[in-house]
């Protein structure tokens, strides 16, 4: 049931047992999951409208049309960044039902068994890869390929057993693929890294072609909100307001000590009003809104908010920390002129083939990847050995928070680690820019006619901490969001080998043999890149992946904690965060399946179906 029956004060003056803040992707699965008893009542607050009609949403190949637009996206941008030689990073994220499952590229990608057995290891009894993957199969609906496809990309990988089937969100892989993508496997053979099993299996290493989350049939975004919110719209019990900024959540003290979250106070039209809540608050805002959520509600560090005169309710200097992000080098290349390139697409005629079959540009996007381990960069000699200094001080004075030498430790470990990837390469007909790092439009935008090729190189699992915190106590000012990049000396070493990594893939077959010079024709502000040269080309270059998470992260609270296991916040009764802010460590390739898969068991948690 949408708002639209009901005016803004109607809606708000009816108590609901579970008021969720955020109708992005993990907010409309709880509601979703929710409200499958119809006993229970659920409102969803969400700060954007229903765009799930509209072609730059639905579209593949028009995704970044909602990239600073305000309907659409929230348009964040950091501060000048000193360790990427001052560059700041436009940061966006869905401002929209569905969050930013509506405004991603679509990449249907999956952590590694590590990666979820160290949340475990990090204090929280039960979020492990064993147990998460069950709600990974429960997100999900995958769609075998065609049999021309599997033949055309080379599907070998896919262990059906490892996919659900019967969950909401589709994915499948594109029909329609440019000719490098028909020889991304072939290069990876050549390099002997291969991916030998399916990436979703725990340990998933080597080059293969991604699948996206995408309906195979109409060729659309399969995301939140037409997929969990949509299908059970029509429930009595579902209730959803848009254009209803969240201000904060309103707290009482407990008998016990503990607060209790009673409501929240919510902006619609210029008009404030408190809604209700009977059982349970829960913020779903993301990694940027739900931290400034809480710091506006009185819970964080006195001291900011002290200075923004907020009363503190709960103290705890861990609320807006712990901001981790994938952060990736592009690499580029002029390719040979017979080539499709994103820059010289004929939008008419790309638009024109897309309604008429479901064909051409618009019904395609990214599906070459590969997750690497470090020993797999670095030549045969150096392998064992890890990058320099990652044997030495991992926790560098006056940043060694609570709890974060264990989770360097943790992320060390991994780098060591040989069937543990360290980095991801991305292939792409396109040109990244990143001397436009503030400005996504322009970043991926190819400025010339021209066909290029870019293999990424991203970080997986930095060692570098920044932080997310209000700056005024307006809840419609945008927080400060400093990821601090490369404020770790080994994220510039990891980083820049991975980098002369990408080079090499590009410059060999049959890759190679796309590009001109066979990958040594170098697009405008890119060059070869040497170990003399690389780190600086790293600060040059740098570019975030649009993947923060870990400001409200599930952690002991001593340890730098916000939630607890249960993702009920630290001091209070019954309030919870579930959303990529809650992850304590980050986590290998693009962050939305594992957000689906955290709400999910969230839910079963508030169901009390997980102890």
């Known amino acids: ?27 409309l699965v709880l509601a979703a999951r ?16 229903d765009r799930s009609g509209d072609a730059v949403v639905l579209v593949p190949g028009l995704a970044l049309g909602q990239v600073q637009n305000p309907d659409y996206d929230w348009n964040f941008i950091t501060p000048p ?9 436009a940061h966006p994220r869905g401002k929209q039902l569905g969050g930013s499952s509506a405004i991603n590229y679509m990449y249907w990608t999956h952590p590694s068994k590590a990666d979820l057995d160290d949340w475990e290891t990090l204090g929280n009894p039960g979020w492990n890869f064993a147990n998460l993957f069950p709600y990974y199969l429960k997100s999900e609906d995958y769609i075998p390929p065609s049999k021309a496809t599997s033949d055309a990309e080379d ?19 594109y029909k329609l693929f440019p000719d490098y993508a028909n020889v991304w496997l072939p290069t990876f053979k050549t390099l002997g890294q291969l991916v030998t099993g399916d990436p979703k299996s725990g340990i998933n290493l080597g080059g293969y072609i991604n699948l996206n989350n995408i309906d195979p049939v109409n060729v659309t975004r399969s995301y939140a909100a037409t997929r969990y919110y949509h299908p059970n719209a029509n429930r009595r ?12 959540v309103i707290l009482k003290h407990g008998r016990n000590g503990d607060y209790t979250a009673t409501g929240i106070n919510v902006t619609v039209n210029n008009h404030t009003y408190i809604a209700r809540a009977k059982k349970e608050v829960i913020v779903s805002a993301g990694s940027i809104k739900s931290p400034q959520i809480l710091e506006l509600s009185g819970i964080g560090d006195e001291t900011i908010l002290r200075k923004y005169g907020i009363k503190t309710l709960i103290n705890n200097p861990n609320v807006g920390e712990n901001l981790q992000d994938h952060l990736y080098i592009p690499t580029g290349f002029v390719a040979n002129d017979d080539q499709p390139s994103a820059s010289a697409t004929n939008i008419t005629l790309a638009t024109e083939l897309y309604y008429a079959n479901r064909t051409g540009a618009l019904a395609t996007g990214l599906d070459a990847a590969a997750l690497l381990s470090y020993d797999q960069l670095v030549a045969p000699d150096q392998r064992g050995k890890g990058p320099n200094g990652i044997n030495g001080t991992l926790c560098l004075p006056n940043a060694c928070r609570p709890g974060l030498q264990q989770q360097l430790e943790l992320v060390r470990k991994k780098v060591l680690n040989p069937n543990v990837a360290t980095a991801q390469h991305l292939g792409a007909g396109s040109l990244t820019r990143p001397q436009f790092s503030n400005d996504t439009l322009q970043l991926l935008d190819a400025p010339n006619p021209g066909s290029f090729f870019d293999v990424t190189a991203c970080l997986e699992h ?11 106590s307006d809840s419609t000012a945008a927080p400060l969001i400093d990821p601090k990049y490369l404020t770790h000396p080994l994220d510039v070493e990891i980083l820049a080998t991975a980098a002369l990594h990408a080079q090499k893939v590009a410059q060999t077959a049959p890759l190679s043999s796309f590009l001109k010079g066979n990958g040594t024709v170098f697009a405008e ?26 400001t409200c992260a599930m952690l002991p609270r001593a340890a730098g904690g916000v939630v607890d296991a249960s993702l009920t916040v630290y001091g209070t009764s019954n309030l919870r965060v579930v959303d990529a802010s809650i992850f304590p460590l980050q986590v290998e390739s693009n962050l939305q399946t594992t957000v689906y898969a955290v709400a999910e068991r969230a839910a079963d948690i508030i169901k009390g179906k997980v102890h």
């Open 34 to 49: 929710l409200t499958e008893d119809p006993q229970v009542s659920v409102a969803v607050f969400e700060a954007g409208e």
């Open 525 to 550: 502000g890119f060059y070869l890149l040497t170990t003399d040269n690389a780190q600086e080309f790293v600060r040059n270059a740098g570019i975030t992946q649009y993947h923060p998470a870990g």
């Open 1 to 27: 049931m949408s708002s639209l029956s009901l005016s803004a004060q109607a809606f708000c003056g009816t108590a609901y047992d579970y008021i969720i803040a955020g109708g992005g992707t993990a907010g």
């Open 81 to 89: 960044q000193p360790e990427l030689n001052g560059r700041e990073m």
């Open 462 to 472: 930095p060692f570098s901490r920044g932080s997310v915190h209000i700056t005024t």
């Open 155 to 173: 599907i070998f990988f896919i262990n059906p057993a490892d996919h659900g089937t019967s969950g909401p969100i589709l994915n499948s892989f």
């Open 237 to 248: 019990n579902l209730h959803l307001l848009t254009g209803a900024y969240v201000n904060n």
